[in-house]
């Protein structure tokens, strides 16, 4: 089973434009993007209408056998956007989902999203020995080399030069963040128009502009990049981010972790289904559970209280210190 990243979906358009795409991930942007460029050479095959179908609830599937039955001597090229936003992916939508398959209709090409459901899909996918005959296209958050030759892709696609230490500094410190990258990347264009494009012109942009979440700190300590960190904790100080954000989203990311660490037999993927953790920072839990020194967690925790009471009771925003020295402590590695 081959999926099709973002870099190599347009190439392959080119060459041939399919009927049937399924989308894995929930990335914003490489579901937006790659659309687009579904879409876009899609029209100029003259599937100019589009259509969109939610399926909250199993029985809206028969919406979408009546799209495909609608056929008639005057039918038009059309595109069909399958949204699946039901709950659970069971035995009879995945038949559901097989049935599309064999359904042959040339004026009709879809696009099935998984959103939500796309890790269960994936899963589903890797056990099953019939390959299935879709193109699928990877729309989870990159990281590693994969966010490396999506930047490298990104940077010749919008023809912008940028010296190495530039793009060593939106590699190192915004890896999986797309959404940052996507709008300095169009910012650069308008600012710095047929211009190479230095750290310092990227810093200036930066400053202005950064996108983090708490996750993305998180994500830092968890695999144990201190300096990004750093450098994410930095930002949100002089962005006047509110610290108590930070303390709740760490204090509910340890309190999974533990839980993780005590069920450690259970099913993992349900297990982060249970919690809410979404497919692209299940590799930081899993990297948490066998880096972090719990022995510290007893410290972590005294801090995190007193922090928290420093906000709440004294009305003190500026604990920035304590934040770094919970990074610290949760960064520290396990001692052989």
């Known amino acids: 089973m081959k999926f099709i990243y973002s870099e190599e979906l347009k190439r392959k358009i080119i060459k041939n434009l399919n009927l049937f795409y399924i989308f894995l991930g929930e990335d914003l942007i490489f579901l937006k993007k790659n659309e687009k460029i579904i879409l876009d050479f899609a029209k100029k095959q003259d599937f100019k209408e589009n259509n969109i179908i939610n399926v909250e609830k199993i029985t809206d599937w028969n919406k979408i056998i009546s799209f495909y039955s609608s056929n008639n001597l005057f039918f038009k090229k059309k595109v069909l956007i399958i949204n699946l936003i039901i709950k659970n992916l069971n035995s009879l939508l995945i038949k559901n989902i097989n049935k599309l398959f064999f359904v042959k209709n040339l004026d009709i090409l879809t696009i099935l999203k998984f959103n939500h459901l796309s890790n269960d899909f994936k899963n589903y996918l890797l056990k099953q020995k019939n390959i299935f005959n879709a193109n699928i296209v990877w729309c989870f958050t990159p990281y590693g080399s994969n966010f490396k030759k999506w930047l490298l892709y990104e940077l010749k696609e919008k023809k912008i030069e940028i010296t190495e230490n530039a793009f060593l500094l939106l590699y190192k410190f915004y890896e999986g963040n797309t959404l940052f990258i996507y709008n300095i990347l169009n910012i650069m264009i308008l600012t710095w128009k047929n211009e ?100 510290n967690f007893l410290k972590v925790i005294r801090i995190l209280l007193q922090t928290d009471i420093k906000i709440k009771v004294e009305y003190n925003y500026n604990v920035w210190t304590e934040l770094k020295t919970l990074t610290l402590l949760l960064s520290s590695k396990i001692k052989n």
Request: glycine residues 0%; hydrophobic residues 45%.
């Open 196 to 295: 190479k494009i230095t750290s310092k012109k990227l810093k200036n942009i930066i400053n202005k502009f950064a996108i983090f979440t708490p996750s993305d700190w998180i994500n830092s300590i968890f695999e144990n990049k201190i300096k990004h960190a750093f450098y994410i904790l930095d930002t949100f100080r002089k962005q006047k981010y509110n610290p108590l954000i930070l303390v709740r989203s760490l204090q509910k990311d340890l309190l999974t972790l533990v839980n993780m660490k005590r069920e450690k037999k259970t099913n993992m993927n349900l297990f982060f289904k249970q919690n809410n953790i979404f497919f692209n920072r299940i590799k930081f839990f899993n990297f948490a559970i066998e880096s972090i020194n719990f022995n």
